[in-house]
């Protein structure tokens, strides 16, 4: 990705998340100079990958696949002392837009539709082997056990969830016709470079071509930027 897309992902999600009433962390909205300032005070952020995490997936088509997303709270999976022992993500997509395929090994999540349009789920089990399966999938949704064919739309409206444990294959994004859309996510602490396992080709985080300024840094860029 080109460092203006990033930049403008950014100024678009602050946009859709002002419009509906969510403010995130002060630090979101810093520059790198504030960042340099605050320097001896940001090892947790650093640790743990809080902030901005802006990706393509490495296939230069963040049209179609890929996403802007915020971690506000999160933990260290080797220290329990470090963060807290739980994440939270707000995961912001426009309409066309959509996660590649993947499950977690340690990670069970809560993916919330918090605002905006009709969220859209497809799930597939895995073997222990990481091979995607077509059996039915057995979810719950916000306390409510339910089946679903392997690779169903599944619809999630605003307010509700649906609880993902390990091994299930999931992509999810804005259903068409229905708008941009605020996800939240609340699961186990998360780490982005080793609970992350990909059934397309893709890589999690993007390379980045500097063509304008940093506007905010991204969360895996802290050790090369501040």
């Not at 650093?46 to 996403?67: C, F, P, Q, T």
């Amino acid at each position: 990705m080109k460092r203006s897309e990033v930049n403008r992902a950014m100024v678009w999600a602050e946009a859709l998340l002002k419009k509906h009433n969510i403010r995130l962390p002060h630090y979101a909205y810093w520059d790198l100079d504030k960042w340099a300032e605050n320097k001896e005070h940001i090892d947790t952020i650093k640790r743990v990958m809080l902030g901005w995490d802006i990706s393509d997936y490495g296939l230069g088509k963040y049209d179609e696949l890929g996403a802007v997303l915020y971690t506000v709270r999160n933990g260290d999976m080797k220290d329990p002392s470090v963060g807290v022992p739980y994440c939270e993500k707000y995961i912001l997509m426009e309409e066309g837009q959509r996660l590649p395929k993947h499950y977690h090994v340690f990670k069970t999540e809560d993916i919330i539709n918090r605002a905006g349009g009709v969220l859209a789920l497809y799930l597939w089990n895995t073997d222990a082997e990481g091979k995607q399966l077509e059996t039915d999938v057995t979810v719950s949704m916000d306390g409510i056990q339910r089946t679903f064919k392997a690779g169903e739309e599944i619809l999630v409206y605003t307010g509700d969830s649906i609880s993902l444990t390990p091994g299930i294959a999931h992509i999810f994004g804005p259903k068409p016709g229905y708008g941009d859309l605020v996800v939240g996510e609340v699961s186990k602490v998360n780490d982005d470079n080793t609970d992350n396992y990909f059934l397309e080709d893709v890589a999690r985080f993007a390379e980045i071509e500097e063509d304008e300024p940093v506007l905010h840094p991204l969360c895996n860029e802290y050790a090369k930027l501040i």
